[in-house]
């Protein structure tokens, strides 16, 4: 359950009502909230006074979840841009898997500025298989993100691998990604707890939609309200495509929480000749965001080489988006 205090509640007031029923009391845009989870049905006595209303949810997805919550959160991702509530925008992140260097980055961030993207991804700590690839650029490539930024008035997005530099990217980056091998690591999601940054948290690929959304939770109830689910695809049987892109668990995030949904067919596909046409199904299913690797040379590329679009297979898959996107009444940013 969770229970709405009443805005007279102070914050100190708050935490001693938390205390009395051992809920995890958190601050949401609109004032306290005490979570107390699946198994309290009404509410306590204790804070009974100091309640506005409780919502009962069956399972722990609480904070996420749309019986909390009705509405779509919206999160303000660049001074232009924002996701969900009622803003009907589906907003295009772009850029390389990899910050490789100076040359490479700028020719990418040059490219998607000329397209109007204000959202720049590229990574720099990053969650290789291998030791023994290449494991990015690190303080140096959050640098040029920097830099990428001011010129393009860009927002970057970037990801953590491990909490060892959790502080660092939260520092440099405007959105933090929290990979699919990160999003177990706890350090990371209470660290994303405290920051004041957006997430874009995606899913393991053996998670279930419910550890994917618990995960979430984390991070919500930690205190951060700003959290977008990301699907990048499942393992399954198959191996000719690199994952499964779980469209029905996508169908089911929509209809049950209360969270922006992006979509990520380029670590799904695994192969630039399926990308375009997987990114004009997720538009159909009238998404909040895409997340797209593009490369100015992909088959040099140090991490994610068969899978990203050159910088032609990606403008001509843009703008193959926009009749979809009308259709679905949505629009791009
Ligand atoms: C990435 O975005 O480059 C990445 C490593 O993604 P994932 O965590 O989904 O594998
Ligand atoms: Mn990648």
Redesign the pocket.
Known sequence: MIIRLKSSVSPSQAQQLGEAIKAIVVKEPEGYVLVAGASTKEIPAAVADFAEEGIVTATDLQLASRKYRSETREIQLHKEVKIGGETANTVMIAGP??VESREQVSEAATFVNGLGIKMF?G?CY??RTSPYSFQGMEEDGLKLLAEMRDLHDFSIVT?VRDATHVDKVIEYTDVI?V????MYDHGILKACGKARKPVLL?RG?GTTLQEFVQAAEFILSGGNSEVML?E??IRTFETKTRFTLDLCGVAWLQEHTNLPVIL?P??AMGYRYGVPALTRACTAMGIDGL?I?THPDPDKAL??ASQQLNFDQFEEMYHSLMPILTAVGRRMV
């Open positions: 898997c990899s991804r990574g990053k969650p990801e990604q990979g699919a091998k990160a995606k690929f990301c990048r695809g990520d380029s670590h997340i690797e991490s994610d």
